[in-house]
């Protein structure tokens, strides 16, 4: 079969927002715990308790945005118990999806800003919506972002923080369908009424109109297509019953389950379990499409406004707070929901950022579920040993496409194993091309409407589909430089191995 593409350069519809790249960590088996926080007084080398080497590898990806501290952490969470001197902390015990750890709260507001600071990325904050309250959530909001003095301002800074952290997204609640309360949508969107009325704006209260605190309703469970459905609708219906509370984005959770097949774990698979997940990693973008139009249609429906001022557009961004690969073997390890991650799970992973990529007019963040030692990682952590998943090259690989513009291209007659993505910024365009077949390699040729220089090839490639990297081979799936192809009658002919993921980047010269 003939892979051909034509590539119109100027064909650019919407602008990829590189919060779409951003991460999740959570109070959950190793990943803050031993993943993130080791403390002052480790013999690994770390920034004041953090990591060194894993803060190192994450400033080369540039988290936008990291959520935290939860996940269904959050939702038990008081963030109390995580400031003041860490020897006087209370201890705590955390059960969160069976992480069975005494809790001593050395990773708290303090430690989780200096690591978002550290790696450039905003905080998103979960407030605690089951176990909290209304005044815990303003106490919060006013001792992080208030500059005035007041009792929690000043505390603020005696626990050394001068200027206030400026934290703008906040997000109300976690799966209230389930663990965040096993609520319905309607008794959900009372809570978010309340919680999203009471919010202390602080030093965002002069930002100009529609900059103020980001408040984030939770969605549905994408994993449940009736439900789902319903959710969204009775969400939107209540919040337009009376007044409209501004919602200004909706969290969806999607998670590629492995879990039914005994013979399939992380890391021993078969070639239809290959096939297998990677198909249903793609299931993604139908949910997005579904769960956008609902929304649109929610707030359609909407009654109209009686005020005195002609309405402000309501708008509401589409938000996947928790998304990858979860496989059955992570619930039956310790720490909690540890998995590796093979050449399987770094394919799934590209496909899932080219679905939001593809989708950047629709989808506005997307944080990836999570960044170290739970589920689809990017990095695992083995005592003093830090390995880099092939996803975390993958997340490299992808960063040109932030800020650049998608590209329309029609993929309707590639072979069912080859996807493309392409995005353009400036002079240059850059090519995604995936080889979801663990067996082949694949040939793509790729033409364009203008003058166009092949510049650069970078590709991740494994040639067993179950290798993933070690503490004894901890490179063994790496990014590569690939073989820059030469133009032949107006076409580049690329070679994709069998099981990889490729980026070329083109240079245009009449923009
Ligand atoms: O990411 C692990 C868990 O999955 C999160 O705590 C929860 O929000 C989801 O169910």
């Not at 001197?85 to 430690?111: C, K, L, M, W």
């Amino acid at each position: 079969m003939s892979n051909h593409v034509n590539i119109c350069t100027e064909k650019r519809k919407g602008v990829i927002a590189p919060e779409l790249h951003s991460q999740f960590i959570e109070f959950l088996g190793s990943c803050i715990y031993d993943g993130i926080w080791v403390g002052e007084d480790s013999k690994i080398p770390n920034y004041r308790g953090i990591r060194k080497d894993v803060v190192d590898a994450l400033k080369l990806v540039e988290p936008p945005v990291i959520r935290w501290p939860g996940g269904c952490f959050a939702d038990t969470y008081h963030w109390r118990n995580g400031i003041g001197d860490r020897a006087s902390r209370p201890v705590t015990y955390n059960e969160n999806f069976d992480t069975y750890e005494i809790d001593d709260n050395q990773f708290g507001t303090h430690e989780f800003m200096d690591f978002c600071n550290m790696l450039g990325a905003k905080p998103w904050f979960g407030i605690n919506v089951l176990s909290g309250s209304v005044q815990e959530m303003r106490d919060w909001i006013e001792y992080c972002n208030r500059s005035e003095e007041t009792d929690l301002s000043r505390l603020r800074k005696e626990n050394g923080a001068e200027a206030p952290f400026g934290v703008e997204y906040w997000g109300i609640g976690n799966e209230p369908w389930f663990g965040g309360g096993m609520m319905t949508a309607q008794l959900y969107a009372q809570e978010f009424r309340k919680y999203s009325a009471a919010m202390p704006l602080c030093d965002f209260r002069n930002a100009k109109k529609g900059q103020g605190l980001k408040k984030i309703a939770c969605g549905p469970d994408g994993n449940k297509p009736k439900e789902r459905v319903q959710w969204t609708k009775d969400f939107f219906a209540e919040i337009g019953r009376y007044r409209q509370p501004q919602v200004d984005a909706y969290d969806l959770h999607f998670y590629n389950w492995n879990v039914l097949k005994d013979d399939d774990s992380d890391v021993d698979f078969d070639e239809n379990a290959w096939k297998r997940v990677i198909k249903s990693s793609l299931e993604l973008e139908d949910v997005i499409l579904e769960q956008y139009a609902l929304i649109q249609e929610g707030i359609r429906n909407f009654p109209e406004s009686e005020g005195f001022d002609e309405p402000e557009e309501y708008k509401c961004d589409l938000i996947v707070g928790e998304w990858g690969n979860w496989h059955g073997s992570a619930s039956r390890t310790r720490p909690a929901l540890y998995q590796q991650c093979t050449m399987r799970d770094a394919i799934t992973t590209a496909l899932t950022l080219d679905i939001f990529h593809r989708n950047c007019d629709i989808v506005k963040m997307a944080c990836m579920a999570q960044t170290v030692n739970v589920l689809n990682s990017l990095i695992l952590t083995s005592g003093e040993h830090t390995i880099l998943t092939p996803n975390y090259d993958v997340f490299l690989m992808y960063k040109v496409h932030r800020d650049a513009e998608k590209i329309e291209i029609d993929t309707k007659s590639l072979d069912e194993d080859i996807y493309l993505f392409a995005s353009g910024k400036d002079q240059e365009i850059y090519v995604n091309i995936i080889n979801a077949d663990c067996k082949n390699a694949k040939t793509v040729e790729l033409s364009f409407d203008k003058e166009a220089e092949a510049v650069n090839v970078q590709t991740l490639k494994s040639s067993c589909m179950t290798d993933y990297n070690s503490v004894e081979e901890p490179d063994k799936i790496r990014k590569t430089h690939g073989k820059i192809p030469v133009k032949t009658d107006g076409k580049y002919v690329f070679c994709a191995d069998a099981a990889s993921v490729n980026v070329l980047t083109f240079s245009v010269k009449d923009r």
